[in-house]
């Protein structure tokens, strides 16, 4: 039996965090899914008490107010988690949604619980506010793809959500991570009618990465060929409507500007690219269309690839 899709979802109450919810039904998921919606504190909590154990903490009158501020301040994150739930089983009625909030670094609490619970998919805002005020979750998007284990989204707030159908761009490099992107794709239920565009970058970087690979020089532009066209058999095959694009120059331009113009709903790469000597774990090409990209970015990473 397969056992259901498991989402965190990182929700602060920003416009930022409500471009997840919204995201969510142009990401391509299943009906079998478990999410967590997890709403993060940016306060430090500490025991209060007059044991020996917590001794050297003063309960001076400075104190016990900022103990009450933070606890506050994780009730008000308890009270978003819970609207941001019961938002998402109208939205997703067949979903089991559960909500929990802490008091914590929220880009620290949001890997601590990726990392207990592993779910297949972590989303985040591109950027949005803490229940304090103090936080852009920017900086925090960029901790949580940079060291959580499995894939990451980053939502972006679509212009237009009248259209149903769905665009989505696929960095593609011939590498193990843009492969798993590809995969991906392909495994998840889009509306009928929905394009995927295959986009693959030549520069010199990349055919240094493909002759140290293949132990030799070969032709960089018909090797890409080949591995985009094996992509568009597989995404053919689960219904979608299939472009490419090779083209020379910097794949984080490229990426990013082909998104623009052919106006994406989202930028699918791999957390591992073939760049340089070698591959690299989220290497600048994945940073970089996270960073500057107008629509949502998808970063791919299964724990099999870790």
Same mark, same amino acid.
């Given at each position: 039996?397969?056992?259901?899709?498991?989402?965190?979802?990182?929700?602060?109450?920003?416009?930022?965090?409500?471009?997840?919810?919204?995201?969510?039904?142009?990401?391509?998921?299943?009906?079998?899914?478990?999410?967590?919606?997890?709403?993060?504190?940016?306060?430090?909590?500490?025991?209060?008490?007059?044991?020996?154990?917590?001794?050297?903490?003063?309960?001076?009158?400075?104190?016990?107010?900022?103990? +009450?501020?933070?606890?506050?301040?994780?009730?008000?994150?308890?009270?978003?988690?819970?609207?941001?739930?019961?938002?998402?089983?109208?939205?997703?009625? +067949?979903?089991?949604?559960?909500?929990?909030?802490?008091?914590?670094?929220?880009?620290?609490?949001?890997?601590?619980?990726?990392?207990?619970?592993?779910?297949?998919?972590? /989303?985040?805002?591109?950027?949005?506010?803490?229940?304090?005020?103090?936080?852009?979750?920017?900086?925090?998007?960029?901790?949580? /793809?940079?060291?959580?284990?499995?894939?990451? +989204?980053?939502?972006?707030?679509?212009?237009?959500?009248?259209?149903?159908?769905?665009?989505?761009?696929?960095?593609?490099?011939?590498?193990?991570?843009?492969?798993?992107?590809?995969?991906?794709?392909?495994?998840?239920?889009?509306?009928?009618?929905?394009?995927?565009?295959?986009?693959?970058?030549?520069?010199?970087?990349?055919?240094?990465?493909?002759?140290?690979?293949?132990?030799?020089?070969?032709?960089?532009?018909?090797?890409?060929?080949?591995?985009?066209?094996?992509?568009?058999?597989?995404?053919?095959?689960?219904?979608?409507?299939?472009?490419?694009?090779?083209?020379?120059?910097?794949?984080?331009?490229?990426?990013?500007?082909?998104?623009?113009?052919?106006?994406?709903?989202?930028?699918?790469?791999?957390?591992?690219?073939?760049?340089?000597?070698?591959?690299?774990?989220?290497?600048?090409?994945?940073?970089?269309?996270?960073? +500057?990209?107008?629509?949502?970015?998808?970063?791919?990473?299964?724990?099999?690839?870790?």
């Amino acid at each position: 039996m397969n056992q259901p899709m498991r989402i965190l979802i990182a929700y602060d109450g920003s416009s930022g965090a409500d471009a997840v919810l919204a995201d969510l039904e142009r990401a391509g998921l299943p009906n079998d899914v478990e999410a967590i919606v997890i709403c993060v504190a940016d306060v430090c909590l500490w025991p209060m008490s007059n044991s020996e154990a917590n001794s050297a903490i003063p309960e001076l009158p400075s104190v016990e107010k900022a103990h +009450r501020q933070a606890l506050l301040a994780v009730e008000e994150a308890r009270a978003l988690a819970a609207e941001a739930s019961a938002r998402l089983r109208e939205r997703f009625p +067949r979903w089991r949604v559960s909500a929990e909030s802490r008091g914590d670094s929220p880009a620290w609490a949001i890997i601590q619980k990726a990392d207990q619970w592993k779910p297949d998919l972590v /989303i985040v805002g591109s950027h949005g506010r803490s229940a304090l005020g103090n936080l852009f979750l920017g900086s925090v998007s960029q901790k949580v /793809i940079a060291e959580t284990a499995c894939s990451v +989204r980053v939502a972006r707030a679509k212009a237009d959500q009248s259209i149903s159908t769905v665009r989505i761009v696929i960095g593609v490099d011939g590498s193990a991570g843009a492969e798993a992107a590809v995969r991906t794709v392909a495994q998840r239920q889009w509306p009928t009618g929905s394009e995927v565009r295959l986009v693959a970058a030549l520069d010199p970087m990349i055919a240094t990465a493909l002759q140290w690979v293949e132990g030799g020089a070969l032709d960089e532009r018909a090797w890409m060929s080949k591995r985009v066209e094996s992509s568009v058999e597989r995404l053919q095959t689960s219904g979608l409507t299939v472009t490419t694009v090779i083209k020379e120059g910097d794949p984080k331009r490229i990426l990013i500007d082909e998104a623009k113009q052919w106006g994406a709903d989202c930028i699918f790469v791999g957390a591992r690219g073939l760049r340089g000597i070698g591959r690299f774990l989220l290497g600048s090409v994945s940073a970089a269309v996270v960073a +500057r990209a107008h629509c949502s970015v998808e970063v791919v990473r299964s724990y099999a690839s870790v």
